[in-house]
């Protein structure tokens, strides 16, 4: 290894042999994920990945889970095919283990995660930050297999567009999606205002023709802006708002209320999200200070319920409300020398309030869950030209933890020349228990009423990240190209788990508790190259080997059996995107995904067993590749306008699932692989 290390390090003055034709490949992005701080990507302690707005259009992503496809380490996957809910793993590690955040801050709680994927459009959306990793140190509970930063769409300069997307579905079911985006910013820049609209229409897709939905329907739109105001030559005033009011169901009967279908699930939301930050920053620029508040107020009205034909109409209604605030400050301070070389000092304080009450009418059963966590954090990072040191660490006083919680940080970043970065990190995380949770996101399925309750010596996740990675950017005559191998592992003590404590067939009524397993631990190596050959074109490919187990004897998926491996966790998944521009206005783009086998759980209608009931089968999937072409072409109106037309197809060889549950008493969560089938798509955009 040593000897493989000094040859690319002799061989890079020859790779340098040309200048870079310009950041194609990206790393002077600046980021602000990976410290709370300002940074480029190439000088971050950690590899942070970036989304950004061109991409997303180039893959034709319409909502956050569309876009987050195709950035290393990440997979997005339907978990329903009633309720449509989306779920993105990091690492191999579910969404309970990841933060997502908007600008920064963690407003979206449990509740609004369930479909929070789906509920984003990229219309308010400049580009998407990823930390991979743990991130508790940082951002606390639930950052244990990393972190998905949203920063929003920020007032740069005059100008508007508006734009559509329409896709066909399996040639079956129309998808259509409308945006509008505008900016304004005075003459002297200090003011600026953005304003963005989105609006969403889906019909139900049925892939099997069993008269249930693959697919459900949806009806949602967003209205928002973001503005900004320079209070003095030194400081800026930063506000943000959106609204989302989003309306989906899944199952049956659609031209009948829900109540009156065989299988109906989904619900209506209405959230309204806001930021306000303060940024202070004198004329030295050794200082920054920050005061910031957040907010996010949801509400749904639910219905997750079957009825037989013997029945008028089901009753299996809920209600839920969830205000989460989260407020706090920042201050940063640059040191030209501490103790041994330059450093910046970072040190913040927030408090995160969450008050969610959840009414399920079938039971007339009422949960309340009041979370309060008081957060202090501090970090210190040497940079240099070669060497980065950052240290750090955060404490968390969680309501539903009776001690505090610190979280350690350490990460080593060394650049042997302008063209390797080597880094090294460790992270220690937790994750806090709670009653609602990402799992939790029904009081009724099937008909079925579900309750969750804690042990009473249900103990906290705790976990210990390790990464590693090399970044190697190089020139040979016109080529430049980013080469990232970065290997990673996590253990996590006390897994949560829920164990079928109480089933009573005749009312359908279940109770879990989720108790603690003996821990669990993933493992893997992400592998992502971006190439740009010539000015016109860029590849990108990323790809992530893993392998997910629970440590001891394992997790209980049937009465008496174990399994160590993780369900829904391929061994192998990967991506690729590639754009070309043969002339000026004409963009040729081709994306794919690839998901390995992976092991599924199966509940097959078992009639043997007396008053009915399943059995649980294990599966190992087959592999899928999803492969999308699209062609657009920009129309210039004079100097400032442009009319942008786009065609495409998505999932062109159809690599879709075969053995999709049929019927009313079908398995909702047997889904897997693509979340489209083959679908053509059309897009037009005017910029003005």
């Given at each position: 290894?040593?000897?493989?290390?000094?040859?690319?390090?002799?061989?890079?003055?020859?790779?340098?042999?040309?200048?870079?034709?310009?950041?194609?490949?990206?790393?002077?992005?600046?980021?602000v994920?990976?410290?709370?701080?300002?940074?480029?990507?190439?000088?971050?302690?950690?590899?942070?990945?970036?989304i950004d707005?061109?991409?997303?259009?180039?893959?034709?992503?319409?909502?956050?889970?569309?876009?987050?496809?195709?950035?290393?380490?990440?997979?997005?996957?339907?978990?329903?095919?009633?309720?449509?809910?989306?779920?993105?793993?990091?690492?191999?590690?579910?969404?309970?283990?990841?933060?997502?955040?908007?600008?920064?801050r963690?407003v979206?709680?449990?509740?609004?995660?369930?479909?929070?994927?789906?509920?984003?459009?990229?219309?308010?959306?400049?580009?998407v930050?990823?930390?991979?990793?743990?991130?508790?140190?940082?951002?606390?509970?639930?950052?244990?297999?990393?972190?998905?930063?949203?920063?929003?769409?920020?007032?740069?300069?005059?100008?508007?567009?508006?734009?559509?997307?329409?896709?066909?579905?399996?040639?079956?079911?129309?998808?259509?999606?409308?945006?509008?985006?505008?900016?304004?910013?005075?003459?002297?820049?200090?003011?600026?205002?953005?304003?963005?609209?989105?609006?969403?229409?889906?019909?139900?897709?049925?892939?099997?023709?069993?008269?249930?939905?693959?697919?459900?329907?949806?009806?949602?739109?967003?209205?928002?802006?973001?503005?900004?105001?320079?209070?003095?030559?030194?400081?800026?005033?930063?506000?943000?708002?959106?609204?989302?009011?989003?309306?989906?169901?899944?199952?049956?009967?659609?031209?009948?209320?829900?109540?009156?279908?065989?299988?109906?699930?989904?619900?209506?939301?209405?959230?309204?999200?806001?930021?306000?930050?303060?940024?202070?920053?004198?004329?030295?620029?050794?200082?920054?200070?920050?005061i910031?508040?957040?907010?996010?107020?949801?509400?749904?009205?639910?219905y997750?319920?079957?009825?037989?034909?013997?029945?008028?109409?089901?009753?299996?209604?809920?209600?839920?409300?969830?205000?989460?605030?989260?407020?706090?400050?920042?201050?940063s301070?640059?040191?030209?020398?501490?103790?041994?070389?330059?450093?910046?000092?970072?040190?913040?304080?927030?408090?995160?309030?969450?008050?969610?009450?959840?009414?399920?009418?079938?039971?007339?059963?009422?949960?309340?869950?009041?979370?309060?966590?008081?957060?202090?954090?501090?970090?210190?990072?040497?940079?240099?030209?070669?060497?980065?040191?950052?240290?750090?660490?955060?404490?968390?006083?969680?309501?539903m933890?009776?001690?505090p919680?610190?979280?350690?940080?350490?990460?080593l970043?060394?650049?042997?020349?302008?063209?390797?970065?080597?880094?090294?990190?460790?992270?220690?995380?937790?994750?806090?228990?709670?009653?609602?949770?990402?799992?939790?996101?029904?009081?009724?399925?099937?008909?079925?009423?579900?309750?969750?309750?804690?042990?009473?010596?249900?103990?906290?996740?705790?976990?210990?990240?390790?990464?590693?990675?090399?970044?190697?950017?190089?020139?040979?005559?016109?080529?430049?190209?980013?080469?990232?191998?970065?290997?990673?592992?996590?253990?996590?003590?006390?897994?949560?788990?829920?164990?079928?404590?109480?089933d009573?067939?005749?009312?359908?009524?279940?109770?879990?508790?989720?108790?603690?397993?003996?821990?669990?631990?993933?493992?893997?190596?992400?592998?992502?190259?971006?190439?740009?050959?010539?000015?016109?074109?860029?590849?990108?490919?990323?790809?992530?080997?893993?392998?997910?187990?629970y440590?001891?004897?394992?997790?209980?998926?049937?009465?008496?059996?174990?399994?160590?491996?993780?369900?829904?966790?391929?061994?192998?998944?990967?991506?690729?995107?590639?754009?070309?521009?043969?002339?000026?206005?004409?963009?040729?783009?081709?994306?794919?995904?690839?998901?390995?086998?992976?092991?599924?759980?199966?509940?097959?209608?078992?009639?043997?067993?007396?008053?009915?009931?399943?059995?649980?089968?294990?599966?190992?999937?087959?592999?899928?590749?999803?492969?999308?072409?699209?062609?657009?072409?920009?129309?210039?109106?004079g100097?400032?306008?442009?009319?942008?037309?786009?065609?495409?197809?998505?999932?062109?060889?159809?690599?879709?699932?075969?053995?999709?549950?049929?019927?009313?008493?079908?398995?909702?969560?047997?889904?897997?692989?693509?979340?489209?089938?083959?679908?053509?798509?059309?897009?037009?955009?005017?910029?003005?």
């Amino acid at each position: 290894m040593r000897k493989i290390i000094v040859l690319i390090i002799s061989f890079l003055p020859l790779m340098a042999t040309a200048q870079s034709h310009g950041d194609t490949i990206r790393l002077r992005q600046v980021v602000v994920t990976a410290t709370q701080h300002t940074t480029t990507r190439s000088e971050a302690p950690n590899a942070v990945g970036v989304i950004d707005g061109g991409q997303m259009e180039a893959v034709s992503a319409v909502n956050l889970g569309q876009a987050l496809k195709y950035s290393t380490g990440l997979r997005v996957e339907n978990t329903c095919q009633n309720c449509g809910a989306n779920e993105v793993r990091i690492n191999g590690l579910g969404q309970a283990y990841s933060q997502i955040l908007i600008d920064s801050r963690p407003v979206n709680s449990a509740l609004a995660g369930v479909y929070l994927l789906d509920q984003l459009p990229t219309a308010l959306i400049d580009r998407v930050e990823v930390l991979r990793g743990g991130g508790s140190a940082l951002y606390g509970s639930n950052a244990i297999a990393g972190v998905i930063n949203v920063i929003t769409c920020e007032p740069r300069s005059n100008g508007a567009s508006v734009s559509n997307n329409t896709s066909l579905i399996g040639g079956q079911s129309w998808d259509f999606s409308n945006s509008f985006n505008a900016s304004v910013v005075s003459d002297d820049h200090r003011a600026g205002l953005t304003i963005f609209g989105h609006n969403r229409s889906r019909s139900p897709y049925d892939h099997n023709e069993d008269g249930y939905s693959e697919i459900g329907l949806l009806k949602a739109r967003m209205v928002g802006f973001r503005g900004y105001l320079r209070t003095t030559d030194f400081s800026k005033l930063n506000l943000e708002y959106h609204n989302i009011h989003d309306f989906r169901r899944g199952g049956d009967c659609f031209d009948l209320p829900s109540p009156m279908a065989h299988i109906s699930e989904g619900g209506e939301h209405d959230i309204h999200s806001a930021n306000l930050k303060w940024d202070w920053l004198p004329a030295s620029g050794l200082r920054h200070a920050s005061i910031f508040a957040s907010m996010q107020h949801v509400s749904r009205q639910s219905y997750y319920g079957e009825r037989d034909d013997s029945e008028p109409f089901g009753t299996a209604y809920g209600y839920t409300q969830d205000v989460t605030l989260n407020y706090g400050a920042i201050y940063s301070r640059h040191f030209d020398t501490l103790w041994f070389m330059p450093a910046e000092l970072t040190a913040g304080v927030e408090h995160t309030l969450d008050r969610l009450r959840d009414h399920t009418l079938d039971s007339y059963d009422t949960l309340h869950q009041h979370i309060g966590i008081l957060s202090a954090y501090l970090q210190n990072e040497w940079k240099g030209l070669r060497w980065s040191i950052l240290v750090g660490g955060r404490m968390d006083k969680h309501t539903m933890i009776n001690a505090p919680v610190v979280s350690p940080r350490l990460n080593l970043r060394y650049a042997p020349s302008d063209h390797l970065v080597l880094r090294a990190g460790y992270a220690s995380g937790f994750r806090a228990p709670q009653v609602y949770d990402e799992d939790l996101h029904v009081g009724a399925v099937n008909g079925e009423l579900y309750k969750i309750t804690n042990a009473v010596d249900l103990r906290m996740e705790r976990s210990h990240s390790l990464t590693g990675s090399a970044d190697l950017c190089f020139h040979l005559g016109s080529l430049e190209a980013d080469l990232m191998m970065e290997g990673f592992y996590t253990r996590i003590n006390d897994a949560f788990v829920n164990e079928l404590v109480f089933d009573d067939t005749a009312s359908g009524y279940l109770h879990y508790e989720r108790r603690n397993a003996d821990g669990a631990e993933v493992m893997g190596v992400n592998v992502e190259m971006t190439v740009s050959p010539i000015e016109p074109m860029r590849l990108q490919l990323g790809g992530t080997w893993q392998h997910s187990l629970y440590t001891g004897q394992g997790k209980e998926w049937d009465e008496g059996q174990l399994e160590r491996r993780m369900e829904r966790t391929p061994d192998l998944y990967a991506y690729l995107t590639g754009i070309y521009n043969p002339v000026k206005r004409l963009q040729l783009t081709a994306t794919g995904t690839f998901t390995g086998p992976m092991l599924v759980y199966h509940n097959v209608s078992d009639e043997t067993i007396p008053g009915g009931g399943t059995e649980v089968e294990k599966v190992i999937t087959d592999s899928f590749f999803d492969l999308s072409l699209k062609a657009a072409y920009s129309i210039p109106f004079g100097e400032s306008t442009e009319l942008e037309l786009s065609i495409g197809v998505q999932n062109l060889l159809n690599s879709y699932q075969r053995d999709l549950d049929s019927g009313q008493e079908r398995d909702a969560a047997y889904i897997y692989g693509p979340a489209l089938p083959r679908t053509l798509m059309f897009g037009a955009k005017l910029n003005i």
